[in-house]
């Protein structure tokens, strides 16, 4: 089975999750996935599961019979591998599942800071659509009937309703636009990576993502390192999994110091990738050989300062966004209910 379609962070997670628990009994993979594969209800996971055991039950290793699918990421199939010949395979699942967890929550955290802030705006430009081009012609028709005229910025408001609804079909074409853009930029791996690289040099965002980036060095480094490899080689693997630019850079200077004599929390130290602090905290559990329990420590609290951050971001948006539209809205109103109000007094 060949299947053009990547299996989600959320998919992987599950699967390692569950193997790790079968491996960690002393079930062998083959009769593992058998179990697996009565409960698995998706068609889809039925039958990813189902081809794995034919593969498995004809004496091929598991690493052959996952990579078989083609639905599981390289490194995915890169730390089994590793797994299967070091004979810890129950660990590396166990840490696979850990990883991709915590991949799916920064997923999860990244699309909930850009979703609501485009839902919102479109929530706004709605309602102002509506107020400039229904509404404000009726109040038009009720000052002319009154035998008087609209002020200069009700006006104004009034121009530009006129101007929208003239060229509806270019309003409309924008709007749809706007929504193919988010639609694009959430949805589909060009858009998430061009998203993705605009957040990284957009100043009020490189910051939280240069933290997103030591977090995951710091889980991969952990996931490595739990795995059996060398900081070295492991520094290598996680390269490939840190889609940051400048962190990549930094890892090639850790490698290059480590290659002059320095130890791993100097060139870690060095290169910047950590804080002084952590830097220490790192020298000492490589010494007592606690390295990879350290990292997943540090790779955790740099998803809770993330997560921290997220929020405080949609703590933020959410009064401003409200604010500001219902001042838009306000101030449209207001233009033409004061002056009316006025009118019926005089009247009165």
Request: aromatic share 8%; with cysteine.
């Given at each position: 089975?060949?299947s053009?379609k990547?299996l989600s962070?959320r998919?992987i997670?599950s699967?390692c999750?569950?193997t790790?628990?079968?491996?960690?009994?002393g079930?062998?993979?083959?009769?593992?996935?058998?179990?697996?594969l009565?409960?698995?209800?998706t068609?889809?996971?039925r039958?990813?599961?189902?081809?794995?055991?034919n593969?498995t039950?004809e004496g091929?290793s598991?690493?052959?019979?996952?990579k078989s699918?083609?639905?599981?990421p390289?490194?995915?199939l890169h730390?089994i591998s590793?797994?299967?010949?070091s004979g810890k395979?129950?660990?590396?699942?166990?840490?696979?599942?850990?990883y991709?967890e915590?991949?799916?929550?920064?997923?999860?955290?990244i699309?909930?800071a850009?979703?609501?802030?485009?839902?919102?705006?479109?929530?706004?430009?709605?309602?102002?659509?509506?107020?400039l081009?229904?509404?404000?012609?009726?109040?038009?028709?009720?000052?002319q009937?009154?035998?008087t005229?609209?002020?200069?910025i009700?006006?104004?408001?009034?121009n530009i309703?006129s101007a929208?609804?003239?060229?509806?079909?270019?309003?409309?074409?924008?709007?749809?636009?706007?929504?193919a853009?988010?639609y694009?930029?959430t949805r589909?791996?060009?858009?998430?990576?061009v998203?993705?690289n605009?957040?990284?040099?957009?100043?009020?965002?490189k910051?939280?993502?240069e933290?997103i980036?030591?977090?995951?060095?710091?889980?991969?480094?952990?996931?490595?390192i739990?795995?059996?490899?060398d900081?070295?080689?492991?520094?290598?693997?996680v390269?490939?999994?840190?889609?940051?630019?400048?962190?990549?850079?930094?890892?090639?200077?850790?490698?290059?110091?480590?290659?002059?004599?320095?130890n791993f929390?100097e060139a870690?130290?060095?290169?910047?990738?950590?804080?002084?602090?952590?830097?220490r905290?790192?020298?000492?559990?490589?010494?007592t050989?606690?390295l990879?329990?350290?990292?997943e420590?540090?790779?955790?609290?740099y998803?809770?300062?993330?997560?921290?951050?997220?929020?405080?971001?949609?703590s933020?948006?959410?009064?401003?966004?409200v604010?500001i539209?219902?001042?838009?809205?306000?101030?449209i109103?207001?233009?033409?209910?004061?002056p009316l109000m006025g009118?019926?007094?005089?009247?009165?």
């Amino acid at each position: 089975m060949k299947s053009g379609k990547m299996l989600s962070n959320r998919e992987i997670a599950s699967f390692c999750e569950q193997t790790a628990l079968i491996l960690n009994a002393g079930i062998t993979p083959s009769e593992g996935m058998a179990i697996m594969l009565s409960d698995t209800h998706t068609e889809q996971g039925r039958e990813i599961i189902q081809s794995i055991w034919n593969i498995t039950k004809e004496g091929e290793s598991f690493y052959t019979a996952v990579k078989s699918v083609g639905v599981f990421p390289d490194y995915v199939l890169h730390m089994i591998s590793i797994g299967e010949e070091s004979g810890k395979l129950d660990i590396v699942m166990n840490s696979l599942a850990k990883y991709y967890e915590r991949e799916q929550s920064i997923q999860d955290s990244i699309k909930s800071a850009v979703s609501y802030p485009f839902l919102m705006i479109a929530m706004m430009v709605v309602v102002i659509l509506v107020l400039l081009t229904k509404v404000l012609p009726i109040f038009n028709q009720v000052f002319q009937q009154l035998g008087t005229e609209m002020n200069t910025i009700s006006k104004t408001f009034l121009n530009i309703g006129s101007a929208l609804s003239r060229y509806s079909t270019i309003t409309v074409l924008i709007l749809v636009l706007l929504m193919a853009l988010f639609y694009f930029s959430t949805r589909t791996l060009k858009g998430k990576e061009v998203l993705h690289n605009f957040l990284m040099i957009f100043p009020p965002t490189k910051a939280f993502q240069e933290k997103i980036a030591s977090g995951r060095f710091a889980s991969g480094m952990s996931l490595m390192i739990s795995s059996g490899m060398d900081t070295f080689t492991s520094l290598d693997y996680v390269t490939k999994l840190v889609d940051h630019k400048g962190m990549q850079q930094k890892i090639a200077s850790c490698k290059t110091m480590i290659q002059g004599g320095s130890n791993f929390s100097e060139a870690l130290s060095e290169a910047a990738i950590f804080s002084h602090l952590y830097a220490r905290m790192i020298s000492v559990a490589f010494k007592t050989g606690n390295l990879d329990v350290v990292m997943e420590k540090i790779a955790s609290h740099y998803e809770k300062e993330t997560d921290d951050k997220i929020y405080s971001i949609i703590s933020i948006l959410e009064p401003t966004l409200v604010i500001i539209l219902s001042l838009i809205v306000g101030l449209i109103l207001m233009s033409v209910i004061l002056p009316l109000m006025g009118i019926m007094s005089s009247i009165g």
